[in-house]
């Protein structure tokens, strides 16, 4: 069966594009006109001016942002991937079955050329290897390791749980931030609506009085002021600073400086270096399982540290590893990485179960991390709280000074 991408005119005379599978361009067209979709062009993918099907040619590698599917839309297409093959179905039939399943367009038209990779002798690990923009690498590296021991729909079953944890992770601790982020937002914006349209109303009725004013209303004219003239540049102050800083991470030693600094800091650093640790074991604990080598384990992982002080180190250790080491010996010399992640590695390493032992080590490091955010943020809300009540009950007691100074003149 082929795919063909059409544009076409629906019922209403709209403008519809898409995809859609059929045996031939005539059937294409009839299963169109059934849906109540009059086709105005047809053109079959992936065939060459003979009609030859044409090798299947590397897509969104540069476009990867735009192009990534959801890590929902995997997950999903994975477990059911892992049902169908459990359930008997052969490879291709299966990815066929699930290509009307997809959500997105691009991971329709992934799935169909994927499928078509297989069909033409390609490995199923190969095909998605077409398309790094929408399979990562441990996702390729489990896919070839599954279908090397026969035991793929086992191996997609784990990916999409593994794909699923990141994904709850990841939602628990950008819940956790939410609120803390959008209070201190609010409480930006209202302070910069005191300071340069409030205060400066009541703040000119002290002036006219030719009046000497106490020194916190003096302050607070100065500071009303400066925010009234240079509101622009403090708000675009964090946007200049993020500027700044991702033209800095272009630069490698700017970027390695910038990791250092952060994994260095003494709360958030420490914080930092967990949740590394965490996704580091959790990383290689899921590719060592599913019968990756660790050498291919580590090359894989070096990447999503996500730091390039934790990258350099993992470097370092694979070398050590490569010439007989201990992967935990050489992580527990660096203060880069927690030292409790270090001895239970060393553990999994002596006791021969290393990929329970790294699975353990992840568990309890995201857990210490989602503590601590949920802590910190109890903290923080507060905090912010506290720290706008101090603000604005010092601006409303530098506009009452000079009341109260008048009133005792009066009497």
Do not use: H
């Amino acid at each position: 069966m082929a795919v063909f991408e059409y544009k076409a005119l629906n019922r209403k005379g709209k403008k519809v594009s898409g995809i859609i599978d059929a045996e031939s361009g005539s059937a294409a067209k009839a299963k169109l006109r059934s849906q109540s979709i009059f086709p105005t062009s047809l053109d079959k993918m992936d065939s060459d001016s003979s009609g030859a099907r044409a090798k299947p040619k590397p897509e969104f590698s540069g476009f990867a942002v735009f192009s990534k599917v959801s890590s929902s839309e995997l997950s999903m297409i994975t477990r059911q991937m892992s049902t169908l093959l459990s359930a008997g179905f052969p490879l291709v039939k299966a990815v066929a079955t699930l290509v009307p399943q997809a959500k997105s367009k691009t991971m329709y038209k992934v799935l169909s050329r994927v499928k078509d990779a297989i069909e033409e002798g390609s490995s199923f690990a190969k095909a998605l290897a077409l398309y790094p923009g929408v399979f990562s690498p441990i996702y390729i590296n489990m896919v070839n390791a599954g279908e090397s021991s026969g035991t793929l729909e086992i191996v997609l079953e784990r990916l999409a749980d593994f794909t699923e944890n990141r994904e709850d992770s990841k939602k628990k601790i950008q819940a956790s931030l939410a609120y803390p982020v959008l209070m201190s937002l609010i409480g930006f914006g209202v302070l910069l609506v005191l300071l340069t349209y409030v205060v400066p109303g009541i703040v000119n009725i002290f002036s006219d009085m030719n009046q000497t004013l106490p020194l916190p209303t003096l302050i607070l004219i100065t500071v009303s002021s400066f925010f009234r003239s240079w509101w622009w540049l403090i708000v675009l102050m964090p946007f200049l600073f993020f500027l700044m800083i991702v033209l800095i991470r272009k630069n490698e030693k700017g970027a390695f400086v910038i990791d250092k600094i952060l994994i260095s800091l003494p709360i958030t650093g420490n914080l930092l270096k967990k949740l590394i640790a965490a996704r580091f074991t959790r990383t290689l604990g899921s590719l060592l399982d599913n019968g990756v080598p660790m050498l291919t384990a580590l090359d894989i992982t070096k990447s999503i540290a996500g730091n390039r002080v934790v990258y350099e180190l993992i470097l370092k250790a694979s070398d050590k590893v490569e010439q007989g080491g201990e992967l935990g010996e050489v992580l527990g010399r660096s203060k880069e990485f927690p030292y409790l992640a270090s001895q239970m590695i060393k553990i999994g390493e002596t006791s021969g179960e290393m990929e329970k032992m790294l699975e353990k080590t992840a568990d309890l490091f995201e857990k210490e991390v989602q503590t601590a955010i949920t802590a910190a943020t109890s903290l923080i809300e507060p905090f912010i709280i506290l720290a706008m009540g101090i603000v604005v009950g010092g601006i409303i007691m530098a506009i009452c000074l000079p009341i109260f100074e008048i009133n005792q003149l009066i009497q």
